[in-house]
């Protein structure tokens, strides 16, 4: 069975700092996909990234970007520049490739502070 | 920009009672997802649902739980007889595409507090 797990419960950061956030899976499939959900409190979860396992680069949207270690079943989500609007819970998600369902780490909570 | 609602918010039912809950789904999508979060854990799968019937589900999901889409817009969870343990947020979410990098939306949940 597929696992997802996030050691840090909770992070700080100060505004226009740069913090990262760990993701570790574990899984016996080549092909699947990683998300990193982002829910602000009492919001709904909004999709940071994505990054597919059989791509080498590691994606990145404006100031969020992954660092992708697929030997090392590893996916951490690097925040530069922080911002207020940044604070909220993070997720990291596992799907596999035949299958809809995300499969879930117990997220970080994430709190810039000004 | 179009997004998942879900109602109520919270509800609050007595243990052996009956919810429902109901969720909006984004118009042209056609996969649907429920989710729940206990307090304190990871959000776990449910069920996910296409052209009328359940795709996938868990071992969460077992004879108390039953999905419909009623019409072609709403998209309900019914709990038949609630337990104190179904205590939790519940997630529905949609997607246009079920697999690989396609996004699931998500709506803000409706949290459930069986006493």
């Known amino acids: 069975a597929q696992t997802v797990t996030q050691s840090q419960p909770e992070m700080s950061v100060q505004e226009a700092e740069t913090v990262t956030l760990s993701c570790t899976y574990d899984t016996s499939e080549n092909n699947y996909y990683l998300f990193w959900y982002k829910q602000p409190p009492s919001r709904q979860m909004i999709l940071v990234i994505r990054?597919?396992?059989?791509?080498?680069q590691n994606a990145t949207e404006n100031r969020f970007s992954v660092n992708f270690q697929k030997a090392a079943k590893s996916f951490s989500l690097k925040i530069s520049d922080s911002q207020l609007g940044d604070t909220a819970m993070y997720f990291c998600a596992f799907r596999r490739g035949s299958q809809g369902n995300l499969i879930f780490g117990k997220g970080t909570k994430l709190s810039v502070k000004p | 920009e179009p997004e998942v609602t879900q109602t109520p918010s919270h509800q609050v039912t007595q243990m052996g009672q009956e919810v429902i809950l109901r969720c909006v789904p984004i118009s042209n999508h056609l996969y649907f997802y429920w989710y729940r979060q206990i307090l304190g854990q990871k959000v776990e799968f449910l069920v996910s649902f296409y052209n009328n019937e359940i795709s996938e589900k868990s071992e969460i999901f077992d004879d108390q739980f039953s999905v419909e889409r009623p019409d072609g817009s709403n998209f309900t969870l019914k709990i038949r007889s609630t337990k104190l343990e179904d205590s939790a947020m519940y997630f529905c979410?949609?997607?246009?595409?079920?697999?690989?990098?396609?996004?699931?939306?998500f709506g803000p949940g409706t949290r459930l507090t069986v006493t």
């Open positions: 990054q597919e396992a059989y791509k080498q």
């Open positions: 979410a949609s997607s246009a595409l079920p697999q690989g990098s396609y996004e699931q939306y």
